[in-house]
């Protein structure tokens, strides 16, 4: 390989990063605020890389930023969980029902009308994330999608979608876990 190759991924990559809708993001992290202030839950779940990203999302979100507010003087932390962490329920469930179900099957247990469903997908058509979001606006949680260029069916039933213009999974998800550090970070560095 040569320099040129990693300068046109760079330019890539970048090009994903500018076409993020900041309005979006900022509707997002309101819905965001809005959760922990009526101490609401907030779920999010992904899968392969997207679960990785989840993962540090949540662990952000549910430590630092809510230390962060609690040093602020505000009342309530956020009450947040990765959905692809359990892995022996994760297992259980996709034995015993189908792997479509590991996060529906957990939302039925846990959620309530108005909590927060946060999913990242590259593709947009994960069964499993799919049925999940079908789940939870079918039942009064408010739905936001962070998905990649091919949308998927995903996109078409979240409230709130931020489509990284994308295929390529690599650029998709370092554009994805972006938005989560700006999410976060909006409240660690008091942006709120």
């Avoid at 992904?46 to 979100?61: E, Y």
């Avoid at 962070?146 to 489509?163: C, P, T």
């Amino acid at each position: 390989m040569n320099q040129s190759y990693f300068q046109a991924y760079l330019q890539q990559q970048k090009a994903a990063y500018d076409a993020i809708p900041l309005d979006t993001v900022e509707r997002i992290i309101q819905l965001v605020k809005q959760c922990r202030e009526e101490d609401r839950q907030l779920f999010a779940f992904g899968n392969g890389g997207s679960a990785s990203n989840v993962s540090h999302f949540i662990t952000d979100l549910g430590k630092s930023a809510s230390d962060s507010m609690m040093a602020r003087g505000e009342a309530n932390r956020f009450r947040c969980i990765s959905l692809n962490e359990n892995l022996s329920w994760i297992t259980a469930l996709g034995n015993d029902y189908s792997y479509e179900d590991v996060y529906l099957r957990q939302l039925q247990n846990y959620a309530r009308p108005g909590d927060l469903v946060i999913t990242l997908s590259v593709s947009g058509s994960s069964p499993n994330v799919v049925k999940a979001v079908e789940w939870a606006r079918t039942n009064g949680l408010i739905t936001v999608a962070l998905v990649g260029g091919k949308r998927g069916q995903v996109a078409d039933l979240a409230h709130e979608v931020i489509v990284i213009n994308e295929t390529h999974y690599g650029r998709v998800e370092d554009a994805q876990m972006t938005i989560c550090h700006m999410i976060c970070y909006g409240f660690i560095e008091a942006y709120l």
